[in-house]
């Protein structure tokens, strides 16, 4: 009983003395009293003791072992050398930058707040020109002439290239009445792809016709979003004798406004009221909506005839020339333009055989036939009278087949004409460096540079003519 009691005090007291030999050896003096004296032990440190008894493995923080035998370095003081800071001093430049720099802010504002002022003046007459604006509907104060400038000023690369996209009109009877504006997109052709030849560019069915013949009463402008590189090409395949599309307008033409491509038609430099736009896409005429016509896009359908359909509405406005197309286009938003017109149309033949019936049974029908007039105006199959649309489309329709016999005619010619003026295009385009750089001085080019290209191109055509031969 002694013994199991006893066990846990020694087991306590090995414990601690392994803990006390742990410390820092103590000092030489001790030592040596222990040595004289080797019945004497060490006391123990003091046991911590709670309400369950001692706490036999806590140890207390004087008995930690310090493992850190190297003193700490003493830290140097700094010396001072007797030189004095540069903290908050400069240099004479930098002191003069400085300066120059305070001056040229102080310029800038000044020249900012002068060019304010100076925005806020009156309008000027060129100014509200290119701004197709009236006097009456400019801004009055000199705060919204300020901002009016200001936003100018920052939407340059917004707005088209040029103030005016077309050149003046024609003067009477060159100019025709009406312009009609073409996109190309979805319109007049198409891109399509399939696995034997990859992305091709369809023309559409009837396309040639319908430019062939509406170049008969309008100004067409083929007016595009693509770049001149892209559709350029495609407009010489469509008109390769430039016959047809008097002018083109690309991608710098057109304006962009919250992002969105715009074709601004107040920059045309035409008359508003005899302009019509044909466009596949409603974004693209948003700031005019009242002189577009949008008709759906061709999907590539061989069988389509949207587009030729188009011809007796746009030939009808021409031929009866309205002092303003604009109502009459916004008569038929949102309609299919070629169903509604045909009743139209179908009314007034309708209403012109009813009067000419009552007429005939006063007169007797006979006085056209007296004076001749019975074989210019007998185009109907039941002997009625054409009427003054059909007769203009019977000219219309007589002059076109005129024009495609004397293209066939001569085409040889033409070709002759087309290639001089390819060559003369070519020839301009500088061969190397030297030759751009003379260009850009103005310098025109070596006689013998330009015979030697010329034989050099025959030489390559001639070799070629050989060679197609040869195979052939």
């Known amino acids: 009983m002694f013994a199991v009691l006893t066990r846990p005090v020694q087991r306590n007291a090995l414990a601690y003395s392994v803990r006390y030999m742990a410390q820092k050896p103590p000092p030489a003096s ?11 032990s060490p006391t123990p440190p003091p046991e911590a003791e709670t309400a369950q008894g001692p706490l036999l493995d806590t140890p207390t923080p004087s008995s930690v072992p310090s493992l850190d035998f190297s003193p700490p370095e003493p830290a140097e003081e700094p010396q001072r050398t007797g030189a004095k800071s540069s903290k908050g001093s400069l240099s004479s430049g930098e002191r003069k930058r400085r300066a120059m720099g305070r001056v040229s802010l102080a310029l800038l504002a000044l020249a900012f707040g002068v060019n304010t002022v100076y925005m806020g003046r009156e309008w000027e007459e060129d100014e509200l020109r290119m701004k197709k604006m009236t006097l009456e509907e400019a801004p009055s104060t000199r705060w919204g002439r300020t901002k009016d400038r200001f936003t100018d000023l920052f939407d340059y690369f917004n707005k088209p290239a040029w103030p005016e996209l077309l050149p003046p009109p024609y003067p009477p009877p060159h100019q025709k009445p009406f312009t009609l504006l073409i996109s190309i997109d979805d319109l007049l052709v198409t891109s399509t792809w399939d696995r034997q030849h990859g992305w091709r560019t369809a023309k559409r069915p009837g396309v040639d016709y319908f430019l062939a013949y509406i170049s008969q009463f309008y100004e067409v402008v083929v007016f595009t979003t693509q770049n001149y590189y892209t559709a350029g090409p495609i407009l010489d395949k469509l008109d390769r004798y430039n016959f047809y599309v008097n002018h083109r307008l690309f991608r710098e033409a057109t304006r962009s406004i919250n992002g969105a491509i715009v074709k601004d038609l107040s920059y045309l430099n035409r008359d508003l009221s005899k302009v019509i736009s044909l466009d596949t896409n409603p974004e693209h005429v948003s700031t005019h909506p009242e002189n577009a016509i949008v008709i759906p896009k061709w999907k590539g359908d061989p069988k389509d005839t949207g587009l030729v359909a188009m011809i007796p509405f746009l030939e009808s406005i021409a031929i009866y020339k309205p002092p303003d197309v604009r109502p009459i286009l916004e008569a038929y938003a949102g309609k299919n333009i070629p169903i509604e017109y045909a009743k ?13 019936q009552k007429k005939k049974g006063v007169s007797g029908g006979s006085f056209g036939a007296l004076f001749g007039l019975q074989s210019q105006v007998s185009l109907q ?21 005129e024009e495609q016999k004397y293209i066939q005619d001569h085409r040889e010619e033409l070709e002759r004409l087309l290639k001089q003026e390819q060559d003369a295009v070519a020839g301009e385009v500088p061969g190397n460096l030297w030759e751009a750089f003379d260009a850009l001085k103005g ?13 050099q191109e025959g030489d390559s055509e001639s070799s070629s003519n050989a060679a197609s031969s040869s195979t052939s």
């Not at 001790?30 to 004289?36: G, Q, R």
């Not at 310098?443 to 034989?455: F, V």
């Open 344 to 356: 139209k149309e179908a009314e007034a033949k309708a209403k012109h055989v009813e009067e000419w």
């Open 443 to 455: 310098k025109p080019k070596d006689p013998a540079q330009l015979e030697a290209s010329k034989a």
């Open 30 to 40: 001790s030592l040596k009293k222990e040595a004289e004296n080797p019945s004497t």
């Open 381 to 401: 199959k039941d002997n009625t009278p054409p009427t003054y649309l059909e007769v203009k489309r019977f000219e219309a329709q007589t002059q076109y087949r």
